[in-house]
């Protein structure tokens, strides 16, 4: 089944030229299918760019999904038309009396801030509250992820010496969790940001859960609450050239950059990337939609309220 997603938006053309199937609003509802409803809290900066991604990878799935886009109220993007946000976003008082199958929560480029010193730091908390009792099952991205673990359980960032960029190879820990199956002993995500949570301050709250690692990046993927809650501190929904794009962008800007690890072939910038993280991602977004969304949500959403946590089925 296709995503649905609102009438017009930029992505439906750039998917269809990519052979992805999109559904618009006006022909879902001659549809009769309870679909899921997926709210995507988009805090990057390109928002046209991340929609993008992000539908490429909730649409491959045979289930029907409903994207509701989420913008914050505490901050004004300045790299996307307002007309586009006025025609395609909400703000946070339009949804918050209703509820959600599955949330998305993208990285943000405010990481070497302090959390408290972020501006729109109060709503975001206040959204953070609100998903554990109006989302069945909600996926933290990148800054998200560390904003996220840091509200709920304390567990710091960290600036690192140089920024972590590139596609870097993760080991799965429990090769029995659903949202890893059909995956391979080894996957990659690409990573870009400039500071890490740790592993020991993790491993100190049983609530929380480390499913993969990498040697090279650190904490790849996190879970609380049995698969309520997933942290991802890399960017699995990155499309092939996005690395790329920002790796011109601060050399042009000047900013100390390394070549992107393990991205161009041969590492040499003038050859295309190697895309070696794009199965796993579909099949990761897939995992979540099928075992942590659609197999635990209830049919009446205002039972997720009184939803306790997952206990996923291992094979």
């Not at 997926?38 to 649409?59: A, G, H």
């Not at 996307?80 to 006025?86: G, I, M, Q, R, V």
């Not at 991205?141 to 560390?146: D, F, P, V």
């Not at 740790?198 to 491993?203: A, F, P």
Request: hydrophobic fraction near 35%; proline fraction near 6%.
């Amino acid at each position: 089944m296709p995503v649905n997603i609102p009438n017009n938006l930029p992505a439906i053309e750039i998917l269809k030229k990519e052979n992805i199937f999109v559904m618009t609003q006006l022909r879902a509802d001659q549809q009769d299918i309870r679909p899921l409803r997926v709210l995507i809290l988009n805090l990057m900066p390109i928002k046209i760019t991340t929609e993008t991604d992000l539908i490429r990878l909730l649409s491959n799935n045979p289930l029907q999904v409903e994207v509701d886009f989420l913008k914050l109220e505490t901050h004004v993007s300045k790299n996307t038309p307002e007309e586009h946000l006025l025609m395609f976003y909400k703000n946070f008082s339009e949804v918050k009396d209703d509820f959600y199958d599955g949330m998305i929560i993208t990285g943000a480029p405010v990481e070497l801030l302090e959390y408290n010193n972020v501006r729109y730091w109060p709503e975001i908390s206040s959204i953070f509250e609100w998903a554990r009792t109006h989302v069945t099952s909600t996926l933290y991205i990148c800054w998200a992820a560390q904003a996220a673990m840091y509200h709920f359980y304390g567990v710091n960032k960290y600036p690192l010496p140089e920024k972590m960029f590139g596609v870097f190879r993760h080991a799965i820990h429990d090769k029995t969790f659903p949202l890893f199956r059909g995956f391979d002993d080894e996957f990659y995500i690409p990573h870009s940001r400039h500071t890490t949570v740790t592993r020991d301050d993790i491993l100190k709250h049983n609530e929380l859960k480390i499913l993969a690692e990498s040697d090279a990046s650190g904490v790849g993927v996190v879970s609380s609450r049995g698969g309520r809650e997933f942290y991802l501190t890399g960017h699995s929904e990155y499309a092939p050239y996005t690395l790329h794009t920002e790796y011109v962008r601060d050399k042009e800007k000047g900013l100390p950059i390394r070549i992107p690890h393990n991205y161009y072939k041969n590492d040499n910038p003038e050859n295309s990337p190697v895309v070696r993280w794009t199965a796993h991602a579909n099949l990761l977004f897939n995992n979540w939609l099928n075992y942590f969304v659609y197999q635990e949500t209830p049919f009446d959403k205002t039972e997720i309220r009184n939803l306790t946590d997952i206990k996923p089925i291992k094979e």
